[in-house]
């Protein structure tokens, strides 16, 4: 264990210093992970600036000793609530270019748009459910603790999210051969 582990574990009190070094060295997954729960970059930076300022909090108050894990709760639990609060916003996205530069990559990119597109349709937990499992490739046991509900009720989401998931993206396929 290092020597910053073993202060950490001593002191019930995070430092200053130890809270900014898990932050710059947390800050670009932290900003993925909030971009897949929001579906855009401004919210995601506004989900991770309230998830620290939260985290920064409770860092004085007592030993966090899954700080990344504790981060994460706070922004699914927060962009929860904000989606219940300001209800589901709709967001206009550009239609992609006719015609594409890159030939032999813009199915794949089609495909990431499609699923990221999709993804925005689920309800916030079906949607952590997912981000926590396939994106970042959590157990259902971790997603259960994260989220403050049982394994049952992970297992559902996920399972009610990926039927729809499936039929959406099935029919985005039936529409584009149709065309």
Do not use: C
């Amino acid at each position: 264990m290092s020597t910053s582990g073993v202060l950490r574990s001593l002191s019930a009190l995070g430092s200053e210093e130890e809270f900014n070094e898990f932050v710059v060295g947390a800050l670009p997954r932290l900003l993925r992970f909030g971009h897949m729960l929001t579906g855009n970059p401004a919210s995601a930076e506004d989900l991770v600036q309230t998830a620290l300022a939260r985290s920064w909090h409770a860092w004085r108050l007592r030993r966090i000793d899954d700080p990344h894990a504790f981060v994460r709760k706070i922004m699914v639990n927060s962009h929860t609530s904000w989606y219940h609060r300001l209800g589901a916003r709709e967001s206009a996205f550009a239609d992609p270019p006719e015609e594409s530069t890159n030939v032999d990559e813009s199915g794949r990119v089609d495909d990431r748009d499609a699923l990221r597109r999709a993804l925005l349709t689920l309800p916030p937990r079906q949607r952590a459910v997912i981000v926590l499992r396939y994106y970042e490739d959590l157990s259902e046991l971790e997603i259960a603790a994260l989220m403050g509900t049982s394994p049952g009720t992970v297992k559902s989401q996920a399972s009610r999210a990926l039927k729809r998931l499936n039929a959406m993206l099935r029919s985005d396929d039936a529409g584009q051969a149709a065309k």
